[in-house]
């Protein structure tokens, strides 16, 4: 892959986080500058609704902790458990996945704790 493309991807996900982050969150012990969402689904099937909420962070993927990486890498306990809980503006969750996209950015998906 062209080297000046890589740095140009890696340019746009580091200005896209800088501008567009609006949580600063820890991580395994590392502070992170990251994108909460916290999106809504509704849909009105018969008489009852369904809903459903999902909450993500976005970083960038050099910025999700290696603990965090090799967590979801292993799909077994490690020996060394780590804290997969993150405070998310006044509300705690568990990180349950790691998304990365291939080009520098992951998604932490959520769930409330």
Not at 59 to 74: E, G, H, K, Y
């Amino acid at each position: 892959m062209n080297p000046a493309f890589v740095q140009a991807i890696a340019d746009l996900n580091t200005a896209t986080v800088d501008m567009l982050s609006n949580v600063t969150v820890m991580l395994a012990g590392a502070m992170v500058d990251a994108l909460f969402a916290k999106a809504f689904y509704g849909s009105n099937i018969g008489d009852s609704g369904i809903v459903s909420s999902q909450s993500v962070l976005t970083l960038q993927t050099l910025d999700v902790p290696a603990p965090i990486v090799d967590w979801f890498n292993s799909f077994t306990e490690p020996f060394n458990p780590i804290d997969l809980l993150v405070t998310v503006n006044d509300g705690n969750y568990k990180i349950v996945a790691h998304e990365p996209n291939g080009t520098g950015l992951s998604r932490l998906i959520l769930e409330a704790a």
